[in-house]
């Protein structure tokens, strides 16, 4: 899943050239170097599958959630003079990423654990797809400037950034009524999101955006060590 990720994060940074030159806390490339980097991407994604050649079911969730999808989020498409990219798409730019990691993290569970329990494996895709959601929303508040400027269609440019900001903090609400239960990490996992969200703006660093990712994995690990 971090090959897949690394393929994603690095060929989304080839196609980004436009918005990222104003996006500048997006460490936007030398448009010399995209060549470059393409190779890299393209690695990442080729070498975990000649590992995973050998498990039929998990090399092709590995190709169409972590290489496809990203591949066709990004592309652009050329159609007449014009070149289109599904993630200008209104929501796509959210949904895409987030679907890509809930399917990476999730079906080989389903496919290497037949007889794990699918209600709590439901359960889990359903919080992963969720988090990941609000994520890729927190990040575009980031981004507001460059994503409007190429044309992207966001949350945080479409509807305004105030607004954007309570339907992440209504996404936190239905993640926490699918956990089913409000411990004490969670709570304080979710007391830390909240304030984040609410002071986020555009002019952030470019780590404050990731602080909701490196919360949820502390998270997950406290309520690992806690079941081991």
Known sequence: MGMA??????????????EDNINTASHPIDVNHRKTLCKIALACLAIPALWLWQMPKIFAVYLVFGGLLGFLYSYPIKIGEQRY????????????????????TCLPVYFLYPHFPQVILLRQAISVFLVMTCVEIIWDIRDVEGDTHAGVQTLPNTIGIPAAKAVILLIFALYCFVSHYMSPPLVLAQAANILIIIFATKTRPYWYFHLIVFIWVIYNSVILMQKI
């Open 5 to 18: 990720a690394a393929w994603v994060y690095l060929f989304n940074k080839t196609t980004d050239l436009v």
């Open 85 to 104: 990219r599904l993630k200008n798409i209104f929501l796509i730019k959210n949904i895409t990423p987030a679907l890509s990691w809930t399917g990476c």
